[in-house]
């Protein structure tokens, strides 16, 4: 029997409410602060943060670009990166940008009308360019002294707008999402943005895993090969002879591969195999 609509959709629909509700937060901490006692519940953007005027909150890849540009960071900087990673290496590098980063719903956006308005073809870039133009955002960090990236950044720039509302940052969003809709099928997000890359390789060594333990059910029907961001990671734990656990750092826990089996394949679970019991 198929199941329901929300149990086919409710990593999706939990993704966006956690989009949603991070940058209320940000948009609106301030307003509330007034019926908490001056009280922030999150205050800054999503490069640097403070939770409810106490915990640091700093993107590792910010503070990869201050080092790497030479500049010594604040000691609230440092914990607040340290605390991200740890984070990170519990729920999975990538979960930020399927559970956090907000340009996740534009690409998205992008991916649904492509195929409803049945566009095929394009030309998606290697998936290793995300890693070369990681270590190139790090190299011109070092030549100029500066955090470049940061200026163009559409995570940021996205955040801003939503916020402050300025129009300047929407020219690139709709770059992103015309790029997307026509060029590339998930290009940005699978293929070039580098702080994703930044955050794959943290998932690497993550402790929270999507398994395939029921892999012997699967009846070959391609609906999570037809939804997963991407779908390189799950052929190897589906058809291959070794571990049912993926383990790559390119996976971003999104579950969507959990809400569409029918078959009920996939889980969330730990990265550790289980041994079998025998009599």
């Known amino acids: 029997m198929k199941r329901s609509f929300l149990l086919r959709e409710r990593f999706l629909i939990l993704r966006r409410v956690s989009q949603a509700a991070i940058l209320l937060l940000f948009a609106f901490s301030g307003s509330l602060s007034g019926y908490l006692g001056g009280l922030w519940l999150l205050k800054g953007n999503l490069s640097a943060s403070l939770v409810a005027d106490t915990v640091p909150l700093n993107d590792p890849f910010v503070l990869a670009q201050s080092l790497a540009a ?3 960071p604040e000691l609230t900087a440092v914990i607040g990166a340290a605390i991200v990673i740890a984070f990170y290496l ?3 590098g990538r979960s930020f940008c399927a559970w956090v980063c907000p340009v996740n719903a534009v690409t998205d956006s992008a991916l649904w009308l492509r195929r409803r308005a049945g566009i095929k073809g394009g030309h998606a870039p ?3 360019l995300r890693l070369w133009l990681l270590g190139s955002v ?3 960090s070092a030549i100029s002294g500066s955090l470049l990236w940061e200026l163009v950044n559409p995570v940021s720039l996205l955040q801003r707008e939503l916020i402050f509302g ?4 929407l020219v690139l ?5 015309v790029y997307d809709l026509t060029i590339a099928q998930r290009g940005w997000c699978g293929h070039i943005c580098p702080m994703g890359a930044a955050y794959g390789l943290l998932g690497k060594g993550a402790l929270l895993r999507i398994r395939a333990d029921k892999r012997d059910n699967c009846d070959d029907c391609m609906d999570c090969f037809k939804v997963c961001p991407e779908p390189q990671v799950l052929k190897p734990v589906l058809k291959g002879e070794g ?3 993926i383990r790559s750092g390119a996976c971003s826990n999104c579950g969507r591969c959990i809400d ?3 078959q009920q394949v996939f889980r969330f679970g730990h990265r550790f195999e289980i041994r079998s019991q025998k009599p």
Do not use: N, Q, R, Y
Not at 166 to 169: A, F, K, P, Q
């Open 70 to 72: 030479g500049h010594l």
């Open 90 to 92: 519990l729920a999975g």
């Open 126 to 128: 290697a998936k290793s």
């Open 138 to 140: 790090l190299l011109f």
């Open 166 to 169: 300025t129009g300047l940052s």
């Open 173 to 177: 969003v709709a770059a992103i999402f």
């Open 243 to 245: 571990s049912s656990i």
């Open 260 to 262: 569409v089996c029918e």
